[in-house]
Each structure stands twice: as structure tokens, then as C-alpha cells.
């Protein structure tokens, strides 16, 4: 299995409060992903990493801000969480060039928002 | 913006059975990747495509990258009741230039024992 934690696993939070969830990889990947997966809508991306200190933004941007200091690192925020954001968020990597566009998962934070 | 069409959206059937699925893109892909999800957890990589034509076997799972590019499928052989889960296909299209997949809806399968 590809070595991606993400921490929390759980998380219930309040409207209005910030949240931020982490995701931590030990492949030394290159390639970093947010996504959210909603009954309906399968996974949708909503920024990615490129490199430290290279983000850019997915799908469904709005609402969320992404940092990456270190390679292994890649942080999702929720500057102010709303109900509309209760997901289930999953980051994955990829090796990315020459490396081929695999994506590996990790096992995933249930958010709600209250 | 892009798109992946994937049927069927569920399946029951009998332990024993074969299964097929399938996945469209509505613009040629260069890569396409079969994943399995059981609840609670991520999605696990089962199977990669990167040729048109390519026929790759991962145990009874057997997954074909299209001719046209613009499909894959899925096989499962003697389905076992541990095959339950949702199926999702993602591709990446020749158009990006970044690294990011695009994902089908899925296909929940279950298998009646």
C-alpha cells in the first residue's frame, strides 16, 4: 500500500469555524490531490499540488485553500466551514512525470458540518 | 467540462456470475485506471491502461483499454461475494497537460451469495 495518512479521520465541526485537514505521504511523490466524494457526484477535484509550494486549483475551489511547505505535506483548509461542505475528503499522490499518472488513495476524513 | 459516462450505475447478481462494466469520454485519453472502493475506505487502484488495444488481467479482473481511445471496460470473472464494493474508471485526456484524472460516477456491484 502506498504510504498516505490523513489525519483526522473524523471530524465534526460548527458552521462558520475553520478547519483544516492534513494528508501526509512517505513515497516522496510528486504529485499531491484534494478531492471530495458526495452521494451523487463520485469524486470531484478540488486543488492539487505540483510541487512545494505549487498548488492550482480543481473543480470545486471555492471555499478551500491548499498548502504544500514540505513535499510530504499537503494541508486542505476550510477558512469558514458551511453544511454544504460535509464530505468525505480523500487526498491521494501521484509519481507524475515519467512516473506515470497513477493516483493512490488514502483512506479518507468524514467532515460535517453542523 | 470533461466527462466520463459510466454504466451501469449498479449491478446485483448471482456469486458465480461474470461481470462487465464500462466507461466513455466524450475526448481521447492516454490513460485509464480502474479503481475499487468498500465502505470506509478509499479508493484502491486495481488495474492501469496506458496503449490503445491493451488487455491487462489482475487476477479475475481483466480491463481493455478501447481501440478508439475514447472507452475501457472492465471484467470480472466468477464473481465472489469480496467483490462487492463501487467500481470507478478514470482517465486522463491527451488534452492535459497537468496530471489530474477524470472520474466516472461509479458502479456499485453486489453479489448475492
Known amino acids: 500500500d502506498a504510504g498516505i495518512t490523513q489525519s483526522p479521520r473524523h471530524k465534526v465541526t460548527e458552521t462558520g469555524t475553520p478547519v483544516t485537514l492534513r494528508c501526509h505521504q512517505t513515497e516522496n511523490h510528486r504529485y499531491m490531490y484534494w478531492y471530495r466524494q458526495d452521494p451523487g457526484h463520485g469524486l470531484r477535484l478540488i486543488h492539487y499540488s505540483y510541487g512545494v509550494k505549487d498548488t492550482d486549483k480543481g473543480e470545486v475551489s471555492d471555499g478551500y485553500s491548499v498548502s504544500r511547505s514540505k513535499t510530504e505535506d499537503f494541508l486542505l483548509t476550510l477558512e469558514s466551514a458551511t453544511s454544504s461542505q460535509t464530505s468525505v475528503y480523500f487526498c491521494?499522490?501521484?509519481?507524475?512525470?515519467?512516473?506515470?499518472?497513477?493516483?493512490?488513495f488514502g483512506p479518507g476524513t468524514r467532515l460535517t458540518v453542523l | 467540462g470533461q466527462q466520463l459516462n459510466q454504466s451501469p450505475q449498479s449491478m446485483f447478481i448471482q456469486e458465480g456470475e461474470d461481470v462487465s462494466m464500462n466507461c466513455t469520454s466524450s475526448?481521447?485519453?492516454?490513460?485509464w485506471l480502474w479503481y475499487k472502493q468498500e465502505p470506509g475506505e478509499g479508493p484502491v487502484l486495481l488495474i492501469a491502461?496506458?496503449?490503445?488495444?491493451e488487455l491487462t488481467s489482475n487476477g479475475r479482473l481483466t480491463a481493455q483499454f478501447g481501440i478508439t481511445r475514447k472507452d475501457s471496460f472492465l471484467n470480472i470473472s466468477a464473481s465472489i461475494p469480496s467483490d462487492v464494493g463501487i467500481y470507478f474508471c478514470?482517465?486522463?485526456?491527451?488534452?492535459?497537460?497537468?496530471?489530474?484524472?477524470?472520474f466516472g460516477s461509479g458502479t456499485r456491484l453486489l453479489v448475492r451469495p
Open positions: 491502461l496506458y496503449k490503445a488495444g
Open positions: 491521494a499522490i501521484s509519481p507524475g512525470t515519467g512516473g506515470g499518472n497513477e493516483q493512490f
Open positions: 478514470a482517465g486522463r485526456s491527451i488534452m492535459d497537460s497537468s496530471y489530474k484524472l477524470i
Open positions: 475526448s481521447i485519453f492516454n490513460t
